[in-house]
T-cell receptor, first 117, second 113 residues
């Protein structure tokens, strides 16, 4: 079955440590996204990528980094510069609007809960 | 600028009662509009979407939504709520410039037996 896989489901980070969240999709989607979710704040965009080897900052990119070396993969690194990383992180993907099979909606992974210990 | 507003942070309804969740958007062109549902600790699941045609759209789990251009609204409705509908609901618009999506802050639904 096609879908988006995020791993791990739970992740614990020590102070000053970098951690990487994995996001893989086998939907042949072009665009991929990372969102952060905190209670009462909805989804806030961290980074997004429309094509391989290209990505743009979202609203809250500080303290995060990403790469897009393969179409299927969009890992997110939470660096030590992110002072309050405890949150639920969601990865999503979609086709490009220019494609004839453009399907409009974003598909989401099951999320990774990151906790600082 | 694009934005999505969900004015109700939390709603409580009795099982079997009707439900309406409000969503207002700000977007300069004809939008693509979505409703997603999220169970605790899970990702978002698409309930329904609108991008053209009939302004009343049907979704999964018995939900429907009506697009009203004059009111910039896309309210979600269900005639009879089930206990399993308790979840967080998000309205969204997109994809817009750069394939971005814009989400509301969500409405948390509690269902009383």
């Amino acid at each position: 079955d096609g879908g988006i896989t995020q791993s791990p489901k739970y992740l614990f980070r020590k102070e000053g440590q970098n951690v990487t969240l994995s996001c893989e999709q086998n939907l042949n989607h072009d665009a991929m996204y990372w969102y952060r979710q905190d209670p009462g704040q909805g989804l806030r965009l961290i980074y997004y990528s429309q094509i391989v080897n290209d990505f743009q900052k979202g609203d809250i990119a500080e303290g995060y980094s990403v790469s897009r070396e393969k179409k299927e993969s969009f890992p997110l690194t939470v660096t030590s510069a992110q002072k309050n990383p405890t949150a639920f992180y969601l990865c999503a993907s979609t086709t490009d609007r220019a494609r004839p099979d453009f399907n409009t909606e974003a598909f989401f992974g099951q999320g990774t809960r990151l906790t600082v210990v | 600028a694009q934005s999505v507003t969900q004015p109700d942070i939390h709603i409580t309804v009795s099982e079997g009662a009707s439900l309406e969740l409000r969503c207002n958007y700000s977007y300069g062109a004809t939008p693509y509009l979505f409703w997603y549902v999220q169970s605790p600790g899970q990702g978002l699941q698409l309930l329904l979407k609108y991008f053209s045609g009939d302004t009343l759209v049907q979704g999964i789990k018995g939900f429907e939504a009506e697009f009203k251009r004059s009111q910039s609204s896309f309210n979600l409705r269900k005639p009879s709520v089930h206990w399993s509908d308790a979840a967080e609901y998000f309205c969204a618009v997109g994809p817009v410039t750069g394939n971005q999506f814009y989400f509301g802050t969500g409405t948390s639904l509690t269902v009383i037996p």
